[in-house]
């Protein structure tokens, strides 16, 4: 089973799935394995058990099954986590900044109500399946550790302006009618080029797990370098030309409820999941109505597709209004064209509410190839549409933990480089 988180934290904060309290000594290791060194970061190790113990606990929350196969596929990953997290605390430590045992507490009694537990029942689970508490306690203490470093640092610059927010509204109008998009993601760094194929090779992974049902929010959680893995990879409403290359253009081509294989970015490997589309500004549906008028170029009287799109782009010039295009069809004998009466904008397909409605009474649009024809779409009426824009202090809000993200993001990037690791094979 899975669990995830929702709502309440902050951004550039890392939280696990799930947090527990429990003692140290219900898990045995054997002198050996905990002597056998996996890392070294800054001088301080971290043993092979440490990066097994940490597998089993993703693997747990993510709702995956632990086995001996399943463990040694994401353990490349696991111990990256544990390397970054080693370097976060170092961090802390060097500013002075604490985290007490009573703020790991509060954050167990939070995420075991949001995941509709009873007080315990984290406990018990992770007792079940032999997990010690120091995995979860280091792992927790980084992350809340991570994020008070990033507010002490970067709290100044984040700031967002009242000329910030205009200059995104101000685009936000400008951009009326076309789509937005609200994505989750799953973000892999690659630290070092070297480790470019490793890193690609646990995308695929978690692609496969994520075809075969895994939950997405839960693996976000658990595997994702991006901030958003706080929120189960939830990124917000997005525009296409907000996202890196070349994810502006895989987007535009997906549909709600999809996920995307992995994708190379400048800085990892993506994946996408789609949640929902709609298009920036768009009224309520009940709220806009739509005259309109269809000028239809099929495939007919021998036509085929190139010459119906050349027919289309010399008859645009022609219309003026739903009179004139009534009159050019009937001229061309367009038999298949015609008035679709008053309709409810939001009753349309989402590539023709995104065509018309940026239009303007007596305005038709671009020739649209559309069920094996070419249509334009003439406004005969539209009722007036005032543009929904989103609240000021939610888009504040928004642009704030953007900004976290990226200098967050930086930072960590330069501890890696400026380290020393040492990862024994």
Do not use: H
């Not at 089993?56 to 970054?84: H, N, V, Y």
């Not at 290359?245 to 995307?260: C, E, W, Y």
């Not at 094996?372 to 003439?378: A, D, F, N, R, S």
């Amino acid at each position: 089973m899975a669990f995830t988180i929702s709502g309440g934290i902050q951004p550039v904060m890392r939280y696990p799935v799930f947090l527990f309290l429990f003692s140290v000594g219900l898990l045995v290791i054997t002198p050996a394995r905990a002597e056998q060194i996996a890392a070294v970061v800054n001088k301080e190790i971290i043993t092979a058990y440490d990066v097994e113990a940490r597998t089993k606990l993703a693997l747990l929350s993510s709702g995956l099954t632990s086995t001996p196969e399943t463990r040694a596929r994401f353990a490349p990953q696991m111990l990256r986590a544990l390397i970054d997290e080693r370097l976060q605390l170092q961090e802390a430590r060097r500013l002075r900044l604490t985290i007490e045992d009573k703020d790991i507490a509060a954050a167990i009694a939070e995420l075991e109500k949001q995941n509709k537990m009873p007080v315990g029942g984290l406990v018990q689970m992770l007792q079940k399946n032999n997990i010690p508490y120091r995995t979860m306690e280091q792992q927790v203490r980084a992350n809340l550790a991570w994020g008070e470093v990033v507010r002490a640092r970067f709290y100044n610059r984040s700031q967002i302006s009242d000329d910030d927010i205009a200059a995104v509204v101000d685009r936000l109008k400008l951009n009326q009618g076309q789509a937005e998009y609200r994505l989750a993601e799953i973000f892999l760094a690659i630290p070092r080029a070297e480790q470019a194929s490793q890193i690609e090779a646990t995308a695929s992974r978690l692609f496969t797990q994520l075809q075969q049902g895994g939950n997405f929010p839960a693996l976000a959680n658990q595997f994702s370098d991006s901030a958003s893995s706080a929120i189960g990879g939830d990124i917000g409403w997005v525009m296409a030309s907000d996202l890196d290359k070349p994810l502006d253009q895989l987007v535009a081509q997906m549909r709600p409820g999809q996920i995307a294989p992995p994708v190379r970015t400048a800085d990892g490997f993506t994946i996408i999941f789609m949640r929902e589309r709609r298009l920036i500004g768009a009224p309520n549906a009940g709220a806009a109505s739509i005259n309109l008028y269809q000028t239809v170029i099929d495939l007919t009287d021998g036509r085929d597709r190139e010459e119906a799109q050349e027919m289309a782009d010399d008859i645009l010039p022609d219309i003026n209004g739903c009179a004139s295009a009534e009159a050019v069809s009937k001229a061309k004998g367009l038999g298949n064209s015609g008035t679709l009466g008053t309709l409810k904008l939001g009753d349309l397909p989402p590539l023709l509410q995104q065509t018309v409605l940026p239009l303007k009474v007596g305005q038709t649009s671009k020739p649209l190839w559309w069920n094996g024809k070419y249509i334009l779409l003439t406004v005969c009426q539209k009722t007036d549409i005032a543009m929904q824009l989103p609240d000021k202090e939610r888009l504040r809000d928004r642009l704030r933990s953007q900004k976290l993200e990226r200098l967050a993001r930086t930072y960590l990037n330069e501890l890696q480089n400026t380290a020393f690791i040492d990862v024994r094979k």
